[in-house]
């Protein structure tokens, strides 16, 4: 299987912070990888596939880059929906596998 | 807009066998999407089942492929997961989703609003 290894597990931060996420695949993936957002009690929603494109309707400020074994998603400033839990998802190779992810709280 | 609706019993004794289906409304199962399980258990990460495509191919996690089948019923449009053997450790919240090849990259298109299920006696 594939390990995603995200970071971190958990992080605090303000409104209008930049927050960014990182996942390590291994092996690696190309750009086969995903990024999704959890709200509690919520089913997860996709927000950037194949690394870096942008998922119709997502708001710009999200953004994801990398490729092969490191991947990262970036939200420049922080707003009061994006406190959730967010998840990479890989899909190179079965099984897919999601990162452990990564709860974003309020500072 | 495609609609997923899971449902089935919320509690299943252990070594028992935990069934559930997700209605797919909206669009068709025939339609060139994997449609798959995901499960969450409570307060813990996301963990994909597997998935099936309407010819009846499937791809199952090897972790649990000894105990998982999914199938689909095309007349009813519908697909269903079934569990054998559960355990405690099978608890959790159960999510169908349809996952979309698309030219440029694929993704978890829709998901049903999950349902949680429980193992105990």
Redesign the interface.
């Known amino acids: 299987?594939i390990q995603m290894t995200q970071s971190p597990s958990s992080l605090s931060a303000s409104v209008g912070d930049k927050v960014t996420i990182t996942c390590r695949a291994s092996p690696g993936i190309r750009?086969d990888l995903?990024w999704?957002q959890?709200k509690p009690g919520?089913?997860?929603?996709?927000l950037i596939?194949?690394a870096s494109?942008l998922?119709s309707g997502v708001p710009s400020r999200f953004s994801g880059s990398g490729s092969g074994t490191e991947f990262t998603l970036t939200i420049s400033s922080l707003q009061p929906d994006d406190f959730a839990t967010y998840?990479c998802?890989q899909?190179n190779s079965?099984?897919?596998?999601?990162?452990?992810?990564t709860k974003v709280e309020i500072k | 807009q495609v609609q997923l609706q899971e449902s089935g019993p919320g509690l299943v004794k252990p070594s028992g066998t935990l069934s559930l289906t997700c209605a797919v409304s909206g669009g068709s199962i025939s339609s060139s999407k994997w449609w798959s399980w995901v499960r969450q258990p409570p307060g813990k990460g996301l963990e994909w089942i597997g998935e099936i495509y309407h010819s009846g191919s499937t791809n199952y996690n090897p972790s649990l492929k000894s105990r998982v089948t999914i199938s689909v019923d095309k007349p009813r449009n519908q697909f269903a997961l079934k569990l054998s053997s559960v355990t405690a450790a099978d608890t959790a919240v159960y999510y169908c989703a349809s996952y979309f090849y698309g030219d440029y990259g694929d993704f978890f298109d829709y998901w049903g609003q999950g349902t949680l299920v429980t193992v105990s006696s």
């Open positions: 299987d750009k995903g999704y959890q919520k089913a997860p929603k996709c596939y194949a494109s998922q998840y998802l899909h079965y099984p897919r596998t999601f990162g452990q992810g």
